[in-house]
């Protein structure tokens, strides 16, 4: 076997690609900004420099390993070469810290005080440009990017939308859409994986936590929250506990202290699109029209979808998602009682999403001309509440949701990852209901993280063909496949973001595939303890469905097309 010697430690090479990665499979942590494992090597941060037994420095990225080579991680040369990087970039970096969005979380801040940067000698000379706000799901500020390019490449590579990239040359060059137009005048969907991958706050999440505080210290206001199932899978990693562990109980504890008056499990308005889409899909088979029926749950591809392939428009689903279904029936339960007491009841969703933010604002999930959900949060937000409000999280005792609401099938609750929808559907439409039925399709092929997924099942005798789909890049292959006729589906399930909604663009970023897999076994686990495996089994999710929705499944249910 080959080897390369790291800081005298033999490392075997075993198919790595990089230096970089015998490097961390050795258990050396070395800084890096532009690198990600699933994106193109890039090898312009240049943090990640080593130098070999021969004094050449260069970036351990982009080195293919060799048999025989010797390395270093931490020279007196790699640490001014570190040093005077973090040094130049501070120097045309925005260093309002104490006010940014990412204090704390920041990479640049971290690796400044790692590599022992205590003051910068150059003045930044970089003209303040203007921040960009138009988007209603995350905010651009170019005056905080390091040019590291991560934002680029996921945009173009994950996501197949290139809406933003690099413009100009040398000491002019930016990151920004063509043109610099306002991200809202692009193509952008809103999904967020740009501000996931961001090493600064250059890209965040549009924040609206103030407007949730005032609108709690406000009597004539009824708060209402609904928790999405990826969330409880995602809240804990930054509070010490284990990653993918179920913390809804803790998270409804926190709300109710914080002052949120009735707090529901989204896993019931999921419930309600399991029965809605299958119902849906179910008539277009057997009327053969409108097929594939793709998935609408997901903001960020609808949008993609009317946008970059309109002629499938008509192919989307007309169920809202599992937030546009329960807040609409939320506001419907508390119609009347608000005008008993003279108050307004303002719903507040927490999501994995930061797409969801503008779902919200189309025309097409507003009820009678009315906003059913109020605002959006994001994990990221609401574990900021929960720190400003200085709560001790890991000490909270769990708590259950708000009734009438507070029923939910395991089906519902398996929505968050990729393939969760499908399976749901696919448990709601199975003729036989027993555990084997339910086990059996569990195992066709729709869970997993592979970018696109196939499966053929029978119902009713006819023979389905399934297709499942996460990343909007890979959704687009798809999409061509389809309109050239090389591939034909009855179903296809599609999300935004890569692996679903656990790794969602509102999500804890940092997460790792050991993150990734523990959250879509957390969503597993939550389906596998639940007494109801799906929803028509709860004769309590029925009940509710039939007393609050008759004759109004449409119109609450449904997008106002």
């Given at each position: 076997?080959?080897?390369?010697?790291?800081?005298?430690?033999?490392?075997?090479?075993?198919?790595?690609?990089?230096v970089l990665s015998l490097i961390r499979k050795a258990g050396i942590d070395i800084p890096t900004f532009c690198y990600h494992s699933e994106l193109s090597i890039y090898g312009a941060c240049r943090m990640c420099v080593v130098e070999d037994d021969r004094g050449k420095i260069f970036a351990a990225c982009?080195?293919?390993?060799?048999a025989g080579m010797v390395i270093y991680t931490n020279t007196k040369k790699v640490q001014q070469y570190r040093k005077l990087i973090i040094e130049l970039l501070l120097s045309s970096h925005c260093r309002d810290c104490t006010t940014c969005q990412k204090n704390g979380m920041c990479a640049l801040q971290?690796?400044?005080?790692?590599?022992?940067?205590?003051?910068?000698?150059?003045?930044?000379?970089?003209?303040?440009?203007?921040?960009?706000?138009?988007?209603?799901?995350?905010?651009?500020?170019?005056?905080?990017?390091?040019?590291?390019?991560?934002?680029?490449?996921?945009?173009?590579?994950?996501?197949?939308?290139?809406?933003?990239?690099?413009?100009?040359?040398?000491?002019?060059?930016?990151?920004?859409?063509?043109?610099?137009?306002?991200?809202?005048?692009?193509?952008?969907?809103?999904?967020?994986?740009?501000?996931?991958?961001?090493?600064?706050?250059?890209?965040?999440?549009?924040?609206?936590?103030?407007?949730?505080?005032?609108?709690?210290?406000?009597?004539?206001?009824?708060?209402?929250?609904?928790?999405?199932?990826?969330?409880?899978?995602?809240?804990?990693?930054?509070?010490?506990?284990?990653?993918?562990?179920?913390?809804?109980?803790?998270?409804?504890?926190?709300?109710?202290?914080?002052?949120?008056?009735?707090?529901?499990?989204?896993?019931?308005?999921?419930?309600?699109?399991?029965?809605?889409?299958?119902?849906?899909?179910?008539?277009?088979?057997?009327?053969?029209?409108?097929?594939?029926?793709?998935?609408?749950?997901?903001?960020?591809?609808?949008?993609?979808?009317?946008?970059?392939?309109?002629?499938?428009?008509?192919?989307?689903?007309?169920?809202?998602?599992?937030?546009?279904?329960?807040?609409?029936?939320?506001?419907?339960?508390?119609?009347?009682?608000?005008?008993?007491?003279?108050?307004?009841?303002?719903?507040?969703?927490?999501?994995?999403?930061?797409?969801?933010?503008?779902?919200?604002?189309?025309?097409?999930?507003?009820?009678?001309?009315?906003?059913?959900?109020?605002?959006?949060?994001?994990?990221?937000?609401?574990?900021?509440?929960?720190?400003?409000?200085?709560?001790?999280?890991?000490?909270?005792?769990?708590?259950?949701?708000?009734?009438?609401?507070?029923?939910?099938?395991?089906?519902?609750?398996?929505?968050?990852?990729?393939?969760?929808?499908?399976?749901?559907?696919?448990?709601?439409?199975?003729?036989?209901?027993?555990?084997?039925?339910?086990?059996?399709?569990?195992?066709?092929?729709?869970?997993?993280?592979?970018?696109?997924?196939?499966?053929?099942?029978?119902?009713?005798?006819?023979?389905?063909?399934?297709?499942?789909?996460?990343?909007?890049?890979?959704?687009?292959?798809?999409?061509?496949?389809?309109?050239?006729?090389?591939?034909?589906?009855?179903?296809?399930?599609?999300?935004?973001?890569?692996?679903?909604?656990?790794?969602?663009?509102?999500?804890?970023?940092?997460?790792?595939?050991?993150?990734?897999?523990?959250?879509?076994?957390?969503?597993?686990?939550?389906?596998?303890?639940?007494?109801?495996?799906?929803?028509?089994?709860?004769?309590?999710?029925?009940?509710?469905?039939?007393?609050?929705?008759?004759?109004?499944?449409?119109?609450?249910?449904?997008?106002?097309?």
């Amino acid at each position: 076997m080959d080897y390369i010697t790291i800081n005298s430690i033999k490392v075997p090479i075993e198919g790595e690609k990089n230096v970089l990665s015998l490097i961390r499979k050795a258990g050396i942590d070395i800084p890096t900004f532009c690198y990600h494992s699933e994106l193109s090597i890039y090898g312009a941060c240049r943090m990640c420099v080593v130098e070999d037994d021969r004094g050449k420095i260069f970036a351990a990225c982009s080195e293919t390993p060799r048999a025989g080579m010797v390395i270093y991680t931490n020279t007196k040369k790699v640490q001014q070469y570190r040093k005077l990087i973090i040094e130049l970039l501070l120097s045309s970096h925005c260093r309002d810290c104490t006010t940014c969005q990412k204090n704390g979380m920041c990479a640049l801040q971290s690796l400044a005080y790692k590599v022992g940067v205590h003051a910068v000698r150059f003045l930044n000379n970089k003209k303040e440009e203007k921040i960009d706000m138009s988007s209603p799901s995350i905010v651009r500020d170019p005056n905080k990017c390091i040019l590291c390019g991560d934002c680029v490449r996921t945009c173009d590579e994950i996501q197949g939308l290139g809406v933003i990239d690099f413009a100009f040359r040398g000491s002019k060059m930016k990151v920004q859409p063509a043109f610099d137009k306002p991200l809202a005048e692009t193509d952008c969907v809103g999904c967020g994986q740009c501000a996931v991958v961001c090493p600064t706050a250059a890209i965040s999440i549009r924040t609206n936590v103030t407007d949730i505080w005032d609108a709690i210290e406000d009597p004539s206001i009824r708060v209402v929250a609904q928790i999405a199932p990826a969330v409880r899978v995602a809240a804990g990693d930054n509070f010490g506990i284990p990653k993918g562990e179920n913390c809804f109980g803790k998270l409804v504890s926190a709300l109710r202290i914080m002052g949120f008056d009735m707090v529901f499990d989204t896993s019931f308005g999921a419930d309600l699109t399991v029965m809605e889409e299958s119902k849906e899909f179910a008539a277009r088979l057997a009327s053969d029209e409108k097929l594939p029926l793709f998935t609408s749950c997901c903001p960020g591809w609808v949008k993609y979808c009317e946008e970059k392939y309109p002629e499938f428009a008509d192919n989307l689903s007309t169920c809202r998602s599992p937030q546009g279904m329960f807040s609409a029936v939320i506001k419907d339960y508390f119609a009347e009682k608000d005008k008993e007491d003279g108050k307004r009841t303002m719903v507040v969703s927490i999501m994995p999403c930061t797409a969801k933010k503008g779902e919200i604002l189309r025309p097409d999930n507003f009820t009678d001309g009315r906003q059913d959900t109020d605002y959006v949060i994001t994990t990221t937000e609401v574990v900021r509440m929960i720190k400003q409000m200085g709560l001790q999280f890991t000490e909270l005792e769990n708590e259950s949701a708000d009734a009438p609401f507070s029923v939910a099938s395991g089906a519902g609750k398996i929505f968050g990852t990729t393939g969760g929808v499908t399976e749901a559907v696919l448990r709601r439409l199975a003729e036989d209901k027993s555990y084997n039925t339910i086990r059996e399709i569990s195992y066709t092929g729709v869970r997993g993280f592979e970018g696109t997924k196939e499966a053929t099942i029978e119902l009713d005798g006819r023979e389905v063909k399934i297709a499942v789909v996460h990343g909007l890049a890979n959704a687009g292959r798809l999409l061509d496949r389809i309109r050239s006729g090389e591939a034909s589906y009855d179903f296809v399930e599609v999300m935004a973001c890569r692996r679903g909604c656990i790794m969602g663009g509102g999500q804890p970023s940092g997460a790792g595939p050991r993150t990734r897999r523990s959250r879509m076994e957390g969503m597993y686990n939550a389906d596998a303890s639940s007494n109801v495996r799906f929803s028509e089994e709860n004769p309590a999710v029925r009940q509710l469905y039939d007393h609050f929705l008759a004759g109004k499944e449409h119109r609450l249910l449904h997008r106002n097309l």
